[in-house]
């Protein structure tokens, strides 16, 4: 999914300062290509989910699921990000900004049968279970609607999903877009 393009962001400086009409035909450009993939993950958040995960009390109470809050928490953004663990930063992205909905998109993702479960006085901390239910990590991801798609890091049922079954034309639309602002750019600033 990701792409490493040095340089854009001077770039897009560039272009902001000296010339921004090329600099907003590229934005439009890309968020043309971007905006399908956040409206087919929105598209891909269930009417409604398992029982119990309504209950918005405890330590719930901030990720009770909703359907209409999670596809508005789903947003496209032409910023950049902070840098991530890699030093790597994102522009131009679709992201899941709710707790339940980043729950919903990853649950599953790094332990397919659930969390290990140490019960309620057991030590580890939040990678371990700690239900008085040895097996309601399991039960949640299977009651899960919608399977995970993509691989490794990068997979979920939201936002990965569309973005795997558009990524073969996303990323080239979008360095495409890019390359065009950059040669008309380039082109106006030559002396005539």
């Known amino acids: 999914m990701p792409v490493v393009v ?16 090329i600099y907003k035909e590229m934005q439009a450009e890309i968020k043309a290509v971007m905006l399908p993939v956040r409206d087919k993950a929105r598209n891909y958040v269930p009417f409604q989910t398992m029982s119990g995960w309504m209950n918005q009390k405890g330590t719930w109470e901030n990720r009770g699921f909703n359907k209409g809050s999670i596809e508005k928490g789903i947003r496209y953004s032409a910023g950049t ?12 992205y679709v992201a ?52 995970l798609a993509g691989a490794d890091k990068q997979k979920g049922r939201l936002v990965y999903k569309a973005w ?27 002396p005539k």
């Open 6 to 21: 040095k340089g854009l962001a001077e770039t897009k400086r560039a272009m902001k300062q000296f010339n921004p009409e």
């Open 81 to 92: 990000t902070n840098k991530n663990d890699n030093g790597f930063k994102s522009a131009f």
């Open 96 to 147: 899941n900004n709710t707790a339940a909905g980043a729950i919903y998109e990853t649950a599953g993702r790094a332990n397919p049968n659930g969390q290990p479960w140490v019960g309620r006085k057991g030590k580890g901390g939040n990678r371990y279970s700690h239900s008085s239910n040895p097996t309601a990590g399991q039960t949640f991801i299977r009651n899960m609607q919608g399977s």
């Open 164 to 190: 795997a079954q558009d990524n073969g034309k996303v990323v080239p639309a979008v360095i495409d877009a890019i390359n065009k602002a950059i040669t008309k750019f380039n082109k106006a600033a030559q």
